[in-house]
């Protein structure tokens, strides 16, 4: 039988070469060793979708820092694009390498989310990077955290991106930000959805794909509805495992992460990202390197 299927993927990897302040990653190192596993790991996955030829696959790749740096992210990424069983592969990133290596992936398939940290990175490093993304002709957000003290600059990068890439902001909804007043006004001025992602959405018993269609998958292949509910389904690896891919009601309480609730039916969300839901992409945002 053949799947119609979004994995979000997060394999060992932990590890990040910036340093936010408010990330548990922030310049965390890893081992040789630990770096092998997380290959191994990616590679494994990598062959199990080489052999779905019946299958449409959707990867999205959510790791816990900073993957792209890794050369094998990027080899997998290229090759990935390039089966016919993948419908698209995107990723979490902060953009601070080298992009060329996007040249030898099939860029209609590939979709980047991509972060900007004033505290890392400049403004006009960051957009240069997403012109060239443009240029690539790679679909991509882009977005920030929206702690007060960098609305100035989040602001800036509005003004200065294309009208056509859309900006979004998630809340520091761990810090005690009250997002009221003024400072929502500005914060929604940037993203007309902010308010969505200000909220803990009530969520216990609601209808959710996660679980159905999109899946979160570990570096073991252990099969999970998303990465919010760690009771598991099953291993993509073992026989059979697509019979436990079946509708259920979420079992937690709230749901207050983009990734998580934008699954969720009754906020509709899939009818705003249209295909872009796993880039954070609204369907009225087009890519158009001549804009």
């Known amino acids: 039988m053949s799947l119609k299927l979004s994995i979000l993927y997060r394999g060992p990897l932990s590890s990040c070469n910036y340093d936010c302040h408010y990330c548990p990653f922030a310049k965390r190192h890893e081992t040789a060793a630990e770096l092998k596993t997380d290959r191994l790991a990616l590679e494994r996955l990598v062959d199990w979708i080489k052999g779905r030829r019946e299958d449409s696959l959707s990867l999205f790749f959510t790791p816990w820092g900073e993957a792209l740096t890794r050369r094998w992210y990027q080899s997998a990424i290229c090759e ?6 993948i419908e698209k592969v995107a990723a979490q990133t902060n953009l601070s390498y080298d992009l060329q290596w996007i040249e030898n992936a099939n860029v209609s398939r590939l979709a980047l989310w991509c972060t900007f940290h004033p505290s890392q ?16 002709g790679v679909a991509h957000s882009v977005g920030a955290v929206g702690l007060p003290d960098d609305l100035p600059e989040i602001e800036r990068l509005r003004a200065e991106l294309p009208d056509n890439i859309y900006l979004w902001v998630n809340a520091a909804k761990s810090s ?7 400072l929502l006004d500005r914060f929604t001025a940037i993203d007309p959805l902010f308010q969505l992602n200000t909220q803990y959405h009530a969520s216990l018993g609601r209808s959710c794909r996660c679980g159905s269609s999109v899946i979160s998958v570990d570096g073991a292949g252990d099969i999970y ?13 073992e026989p059979g495992f ?25 906020l509709q969300l899939y009818p705003v990202f249209g295909s872009g839901v796993l880039e954070r992409i609204p369907a009225d945002f087009h890519l158009d390197p001549a804009k």
């Open 225 to 237: 509805r998303c990465h919010f509910i760690r009771q598991p389904l099953g291993n993509i690896y």
């Open 176 to 182: 005690s930000v009250d997002y009221r007043g003024e």
């Open 80 to 85: 990935l694009t390039r089966l016919p069983q």
């Open 121 to 136: 990175t400049t403004r006009s490093r960051f957009l240069s990077q997403s012109r060239r993304l443009t240029e690539l």
């Open 242 to 266: 697509a019979d436990k891919l079946i509708d259920r009601p979420c079992s937690n309480q709230t749901c207050g992460c983009h990734i998580g609730y934008v699954h969720m039916d009754e």
